[in-house]
């Protein structure tokens, strides 16, 4: 498992989200550092520099963000912080393995139980469906892989800047660690292997949902509210009935790379509530 460090202090473990690795929180790195805090950011399985095999459920990935915890040979407990798919394996690392998290904070990512309820449950959003119509093209065979790297990855690359609102921060030269990422041998498959996962293991719980602990620790969720594929109304309100000491950020003006976007927002937030 592949991992960059910095600084000294408390714990923070940055996971990442598609189709991304550990460059997605370079305007993260430094300013946390400055604040204090011993950063660990990892390329998830499959992803980077990181092996390419499953499986990839989120309970062997929670798997692997604790077995690098207790590898760092520091205090068990981590401040966690999460975006996109990263943010769904924050969220099950603190109901399903409370004890290696100290405090929370997920960006642009729904809790698991939500995300079940308006997909294939009491709250079916046909909006919100409609807008996730990527999980079930990645379940068909090669086609996403072969759409995902051709061309230099060009589509790889688009993903990232067109789910933004300003994309100042979304240049060629910034994109490129995701565009090569991508086309390391083994990491399309891989990378798509998540939602594969997830979708197979949506339906055969679409009649009898995961139950999931509610999270005691102290929750931040930063959410940038122009994000195209995960409407703000579908997936955040009812959050709180999983999550009872959760504080909410909204990101005006702001897609769905909330943390690269809008850093010069996010980052006093997230430094603030990691360091209370």
């Known amino acids: 498992m592949h991992y960059v460090e910095a600084g000294t202090g408390p714990l923070v473990v940055l996971l990442h989200g598609f189709p991304e690795n550990w460059w997605s929180w370079r305007y993260q790195l430094q300013p946390l550092v400055a604040a204090g805090f011993r950063v660990i950011a990892p390329d998830l399985r499959g992803y980077g520099e990181t092996d390419k095999q499953g499986p990839y459920d989120l309970d ?16 068990k407990r981590a401040r966690i912080v999460g975006h996109d798919w990263g943010g769904a394996v924050a969220w099950h690392l603190a109901s399903k393995r409370p004890e290696f998290c100290e405090r929370l904070t997920v960006m642009n990512c729904p809790h698991p139980a939500v995300m079940q309820k308006v997909l294939l449950g009491k709250r079916l959003s046909w909006a919100q469906l409609k807008k996730s119509w990527y999980f079930f093209f ?22 990232i800047s067109s789910a933004s ?12 660690p995701f565009g090569d ?13 998540w939602y594969r996962e997830a979708v197979r293991d949506g339906f055969r719980h679409a009649f009898s949902p995961k139950k999931y602990a509610d999270i005691a620790v102290e929750t931040l969720l930063v959410w940038g509210m122009k994000d195209p594929a995960l409407g703000f109304e579908d997936l955040v309100p009812g959050t709180e009935a999983f999550v ?33």
Not at 165 to 176: Q, V
Not at 181 to 188: K, L, T, V
């Open 138 to 159: 990645f379940m068909l065979p090669f086609v996403p892989e072969w759409a995902l790297t051709k061309d230099d990855a060009r589509i790889t690359r688009k993903t």
């Open 60 to 75: 062997t990935i929670v798997g692997d963000v604790c077995n690098l915890i207790e590898s760092l040979g520091v205090e």
């Open 165 to 176: 609102f300003d994309r100042a921060h979304f240049s060629e030269e910034e994109l490129r």
């Open 244 to 276: 009872p000491k959760l504080t909410v950020e909204r990101i005006p003006d702001c897609g769905h790379f909330v943390h690269a976007e809008r850093p010069e927002l996010v980052n006093p937030a997230l430094i603030s509530f990691l360091s209370r």
């Open 181 to 193: 990422g991508i086309q390391r041998p083994g990491a399309a498959s891989a990378m798509v292997g």
